[in-house]
Structure formats: C-alpha cells, structure tokens
C-alpha cells in the first residue's frame, strides 16, 4: 500500500477538514521520527495517516478503531499497520509491543495541543512555534482542556522520550507540513513576517 491509496481511504471516511489536518500532522511526525530511528518511513508514516480514518463512522471510544479495523483489512491495508491502528488508545485494550506502536501512542495527542498553541500566539504559525510556548499552555488544564495531559506524558514515557524533547521533536515534523494544514500564519518557514 502506498501513501496515495492511504489518503483515498482518508477522503472516503472522512469530511472533517481538521481531523484530516490532525491525522496529517500525525503522519508527519511518525515520519520524522521513522527517518530519526531508522525505521521504515512509508510503513510509519501511512500508520499515522490512517489512525483516525475511522472516527467520523465510528465516534465512540466503544467502537474507535476496533469496528474500524475490518474495513481496513478489505482495503489490503498491512496487518502490521492495522496493529499499530489498534494500539493508539488505551481503551482498545491491545498491547503497545513495538516501537510503531509506541510511538504512533506518543505522537497522536500531544499533535491536538501544539496545533491549539499555534493556533492561539499572534503569528498562528507554526513557525515561530517552540516548545516553551506549548509548556506555558500545558499548566493550563481550561486551555486546549480535550488534549489528555496524563495521556500524553504516559504515552512519552512509554515511548521513552523526554517531553519537551518530544514536543520540539513534533513542532519540527509539523513545519514540513505548515502549508497543507492551515499552520503557516502569517510567516515565512524562515519565520519572517510576511508582511514585512
């Protein structure tokens, strides 16, 4: 399976232009860190990308991603995929035993709350975006309130990467996608105004 057959089961489920975007900014940051650890990028980054494909037929934790699963068996989506796809959410219930799996648990929600920091600074960009900026929001439990904090350090300890590292880590792959997810602002990728 390649990346375009991934994103055409990506347009088939889903509508949500920002779920899309989230699933993006996932896929990215399996990628970056496939490439960091050597490991297959294509194999973690169509991981990432399909996560969530089915959350908008299946929006229940009840059924997200175990009912999903099925569907992507019929897709011809590798079984090693569809694994890593089971093992995102503690609910499932499916073990976390390879670093695929471990890491797609790592990178899914801290990606909400960077999205929502960026979101929320005067430049809405990406760009400028460090990882001190994410931690000031992070002691702020009404801010981005959905992003499950507790989740997200189990998930980076698990993973066995030092938060803050792991949030620069993430800001970093999701730069390479500013344009395509809405998080350019109003900078350059060199971080200049672009009204300057």
């Given at each position: 399976m390649d990346r375009n057959q991934g994103m055409q089961i990506v347009e088939e489920f889903i509508k949500n232009r920002k779920l899309i975007n989230h699933m993006l900014c996932v896929e990215s940051a399996m990628r970056w860190y496939a490439e960091k650890l050597d490991q297959d990028s294509e194999t973690w980054g169509l991981t990432g990308l399909l996560h969530d494909f089915d959350w908008e037929i299946h929006p229940t934790l009840e059924e997200h991603p175990v009912a999903g699963a099925p569907i992507l068996h019929e897709r011809g989506v590798p079984e090693e995929i569809v694994?890593?796809?089971?093992?995102h959410a503690d609910h499932t219930g499916y073990p976390r035993t390879t670093l695929m799996h471990k890491a797609l648990y790592a990178c899914d929600e801290i990606t909400g709350l960077i999205t929502a920091v960026a979101l929320?600074?005067?430049?809405r960009s990406l760009y400028d975006l460090k990882a001190?900026?994410?931690k000031k929001k992070w002691k702020d439990r009404s801010f981005a309130a959905g992003a499950?904090?507790?989740e997200i350090s189990a998930a980076v300890e698990e993973f066995n990467v030092e938060l803050w590292q792991h949030v620069t880590n993430v800001i970093?792959?999701?730069r390479n996608?500013?344009?395509?997810i809405d998080l350019t602002g109003n900078l350059s990728p060199d971080g200049i105004p672009l009204d300057s």
């Open positions: 694994a890593a796809i089971l093992t929320v600074r005067p430049s001190k900026s994410v499950n904090r507790e970093t792959a999701m996608i500013a344009p395509n």
